[in-house]
Each structure stands twice: as C-alpha cells, then as structure tokens.
C-alpha cells in the first residue's frame, strides 16, 4: 500500500526567508501525481502545487516550488520569501495513475510558524 | 462559481444521536470524496462517490456509516448513533473527472460529540 511521510510535525521561518519542508512516499507505482495541501486556521484545504511524476521538470508556482526525487521517492517543498499568511498545516499528498481506487492519500502534515 | 459547499460547519450531537453531513460539490464536478480529520492527524479517507454510485468505500466504518451521493441534491455522509470517538473534522471534496488533478475541498464539518 502507498504511504506518505512528513517527518516534521512542526517547522518555523523567520518572515522573508525560505523554509523547506519534507516528504517523503512509498509506492511500487511508476506514475503517479504528488501534491502539497495547505490548511490556514480557518480549516479550508487550498492545493499549492501538483507534479506529475513522469515530468522531470520541477513544478513551480510563484513562491513555491518542489524538489522531486523520483527515485529517492522524496517530495520537498519550498517556500521563498515566506509571508505571515503561509502560516499553516502543509501536507503532502499521492495519488497512482493505475490504482484502482481514485482517492489522494495524505501524509500526517506539518505546521508552519512565520516568524515577523 | 461557488466552491464546494459543506453544512453546518459546526455541528454538536449527544452520544447515540444521528449526524447528517451535506456536501454540494462545485458546479459541473460529479466526483465527491469525504475525508475525516482527527486532531493533529492528517486526512483519511473515508469514501468516493459519483452520481448515485459509491465508488470506494474501503475507508468506511463497516457499521454506523454510510454516504449517498444522489441523483438530485448533495451528498449526505450520515453518522448513526454517534460516540466520542466520532469527533472530528469531516471534509468533502470534489473533482470534474478524477482526482489526478487535485481536489477542490468545502471547509468542513466539525463534529463533535458530547
């Protein structure tokens, strides 16, 4: 079965600086899609980004970008120039192409604190 | 375009009670999913539905759970005779065709169970 790994339950930035957060998945799927959730206090589940693990190329959007490692099955995010409103739960989330079941599973997130 | 729309936010029930979780998926989206959060856990998932079918339901409790996604109006997640350990957050979300391209969620609904 295919499980996702945050292995930092919390993290903190200082305000205008970049923070990384982990994930790691496991999986014997060859394709298959990644995504980072974000959930800010008031609980609504917002997608930051989604990469498709046939693309080598890392997905970007605006101040978030991801390092994929295929092989390594490793999923970072990063967030530059962070701001108070990154503040939130993050979690990583998998999907497989073939499964047959058409559901996301999560991994257990982490907590962001912005510093100002 | 309104999001997906989940009712009530909060809902309170005395153990043995039933609670009823309605989910109105974004407009032209014909795949929901429910997701239940525990406290300080991530998302699991519970069941995925289309119009008048379930899909999946390997992530339902066999007993005191069931969901509905009828042909007209929403998605109904229904908890029987609800315990403690019912509490928490439920989510809905929706996709157009799958979930390969990410879910859009409702905001949910927080149970809680005195």
């Known amino acids: 079965a295919q499980t996702v790994t945050q292995s930092q339950p919390e993290m903190s930035v200082q305000e205008a600086e970049t923070v990384t957060l982990s994930c790691t998945y496991d999986?014997?799927?060859?394709?298959?899609?990644l995504f980072w959730y974000k959930q800010p206090p008031s609980r609504q589940m917002i997608l930051v980004i989604r990469?498709?693990?046939?693309?080598?190329q890392n997905a970007t959007e605006n101040r978030f970008s991801v390092n994929f490692q295929k092989a390594a099955k490793s999923f970072s995010l990063k967030i530059s120039d962070s701001q108070l409103g990154d503040a939130a739960m993050y979690f990583c989330?998998?999907?497989?192409?073939?499964?047959?079941?058409?559901?996301?599973?999560f991994g257990p997130g982490t907590s962001l604190s912005v510093i100002p | 375009n309104a999001g997906v729309m989940q009712n009530p936010r909060h809902l309170v029930r005395r153990r043995g009670q039933e609670a009823r979780l309605r989910c109105s998926p974004m407009?032209?989206?014909?795949?929901v999913y429910w997701y239940r959060q525990l406290p300080e856990e991530g998302l699991k998932f519970m069941v995925y539905?289309?119009?008048?079918?379930?899909?999946?339901e390997s992530g339902m409790p066999k007993e005191r759970f069931s969901a509905e996604f009828p042909k007209e109006g929403p998605s109904i997640l229904r908890i029987q005779q609800v315990v403690r350990g019912d509490s928490a957050a439920y989510f809905c979300?929706?996709?157009?065709?799958?979930?390969?391209?990410?879910?859009?969620f409702g905001s949910g609904t927080r149970l809680t169970v005195v």
């Open positions: 999986t014997s799927e060859s394709d298959y899609y």
């Open positions: 979300a929706s996709s157009y065709r799958s979930a390969l391209y990410g879910y859009t």
């Open positions: 989330a998998y999907r497989g192409v073939k499964t047959s079941y058409d559901k996301v599973i």
């Open positions: 407009k032209g989206h014909s795949h």
């Open positions: 539905l289309q119009k008048e079918n379930i899909i999946d």
């Open positions: 990469q498709e693990a046939y693309k080598q």
